[in-house]
């Protein structure tokens, strides 16, 4: 049988757990940080969606010349690319690199096999913060 004080306890462990997750669960339904340059690329090289990507071409099988606005120095930014829709593969990342005709807007972005280490075709996801 629960008694009046057990209940007051019950119901303060319970509001005192939600005041705890509420900051968490708000968090996470934010949108997104902005970003300066972002691009959603398939597999064959097509930009599916971005933000402040001038182009992109499919250099060869698993390699991606990804141009970014004039506006955005690359020498000072952090670039970030993920996986998308593909996966057990490595990515890296180079700039100004001699497949992209070394611009210095330019990203090389090089998708590998993990296992065989082969050039790959991949889709992914570039971010600059």
């Not at 180079?94 to 082969?118: F, G, M, R, Y």
Request: proline share 5%; charged share 15%; aromatic share 8%.
């Amino acid at each position: 049988m629960i008694t009046t004080k057990m209940r007051a306890r019950l119901t303060a462990a319970v509001l005192a757990g939600t005041a705890i997750l509420a900051p968490t669960a708000a968090y996470a339904a934010a949108p997104s940080p902005y970003a300066q340059a972002a691009a959603a690329v398939q597999r064959d090289g097509t930009l599916d969606h971005g933000k402040n990507i001038v182009s992109v071409t499919r250099w060869g099988t698993g390699r991606y010349c990804v141009r970014v606005g004039a506006d955005i120095d690359l020498s000072k930014e952090v670039v970030q690319v993920t996986p998308w829709r593909d996966y057990n593969k490595t990515y890296g990342i180079w700039t100004p690199h001699s497949h992209c005709n070394n611009q210095i807007n330019t990203i090389l972005v090089a998708v590998n096999e993990s296992d065989t280490k082969q050039a790959a075709d991949a889709g992914f996801y570039l971010t600059i913060p």
